[in-house]
């Protein structure tokens, strides 16, 4: 996994299903985030998956996004793990929505 980074990343939480699996957002960053997930993930390297985002925060609805699998990997107590890269937002609101998301974690 390389950890060059071209953008800061900031600690984050909200709920996700990626193609209806149920996991965590962490790390949020400009062009993508870690997901997290205990169950097990069928998805390879180069997959785009269709991704819903719930943040814990009720004062914006939940949003969606495609993202591309860049890595996996199988973290301590059988978390499962991947890194998306954001390929595409479904709407503008809906990149407005990640932005502020992100500039929430980022303050």
Known sequence: MNNDRINNRYSS??????D??????RDISSDGFKYVTILPMT???GDVKQI???????????FQLSGEIRW???ESEGFQVCGIRITEFKSDQY????????????S
């Open 95 to 106: 990149k407005n929505s990640y932005k502020e998301l992100q500039n929430r974690f980022s």
């Open 20 to 25: 209806g699996l149920p996991g965590y957002m």
């Open 72 to 74: 996996i990997k199988e």
């Open 13 to 18: 939480y909200a709920k996700i299903l990626m």
């Open 43 to 45: 998805v390879l390297k």
């Open 52 to 62: 819903t985002i719930i943040p814990q925060d009720t004062s914006f609805d939940s």
